[in-house]
């Protein structure tokens, strides 16, 4: 018993020295070459370019490959919690990056910019404060531009006017056809007008891409119909819109 015990801390203390070195270059290099002295004092996290050795073949590239994520099935953020403080995910999970694979349908957990999502890079953009709170955001030229699906509540488009969100929402009116007022009713929070797109009642036909006024106080009746220089009576009937905003 006593030479088993004493192979056993001799084992030990052989092991502990591996596991210990391991764990503290595994936090700056990556590559196996010898550890990169300063890499511990400089800004680079992990360093993965310092020994150019391992990749001098030109048909072998090599590449960060990040996990590929279906984010329609990402409904919860993992770990323990409380979060938010400052050896827990401070920052709930603001700046989490993953290749999404799902090509529709929207985040399990936060909202999704765009309303659709698209196969490629997204991050998730958390300055809320929850961890629930963030927006899932697509990383330029990572893939086409997500799909807007204008919908009958307020939704993100991708256009932004001197840094400020462009927002829209659908719905539809009915003309008298002895009147030019109508009723398009001014979404929350809405401060003013940046474009309207009406159609032919059922259609995807344009009918028309302007009022005459809008007026974003006054409803019912708070739109004239007709051009900016003239108010036009239109056929009696109803009338799909789309209406881009600023709030």
């Known amino acids: 018993m006593k030479l088993t015990r004493h192979n056993n801390i001799k084992k030990l203390l052989f092991v502990v020295p591996l596991v210990i070195g391991s764990y503290f270059n595994a936090q700056v290099r990556i590559a196996d070459s010898n550890a990169n002295s300063s890499a511990a004092n400089s800004s680079a996290f992990i360093d993965a370019s310092s020994n150019p050795a391992f990749n001098l073949s030109p048909e072998k590239g090599k590449g960060l490959l990040y996990p590929r994520t279906d984010l329609t099935l990402f409904t919860t953020f993992g770990g323990q919690t409380p979060f938010g403080i400052p050896n827990n995910y401070p920052n709930h999970y603001d700046g989490l990056m993953v290749f999404n694979t799902a090509t529709s349908g929207q985040a399990g957990v936060g909202t999704t910019e765009g309303g659709v999502l698209t196969a490629g890079y997204w991050y998730y953009d958390n300055k809320s404060g929850t961890t629930n709170g963030g927006t899932w955001r697509p990383v330029g030229g990572s893939g086409a531009s997500p799909k807007v699906d204008i919908l009958t509540t307020e939704t993100m488009t991708n ?48 009918f028309s891409r302007d009022l005459y006024s809008y007026d974003v106080v006054a409803t019912p009746g708070n739109a004239i119909t007709g051009s900016p220089t003239m108010s036009i009576v239109y056929p009696s009937g109803t009338y799909d819109y789309v209406l881009e905003y600023l709030k």
Do not use: D, R
């Not at 009116?173 to 929070?189: D, E, K, L, Q, R």
């Open 159 to 206: 256009t932004l006017v001197n840094s400020a969100q462009v927002f829209a929402i659908k719905g539809s009116f009915t003309a008298t056809g002895a009147s030019t007022a109508v009723n398009i009713p001014a979404p929350t929070g809405m401060t003013s007008l940046y474009s309207i797109t009406i159609y032919k009642a059922g259609t995807g036909t344009v």
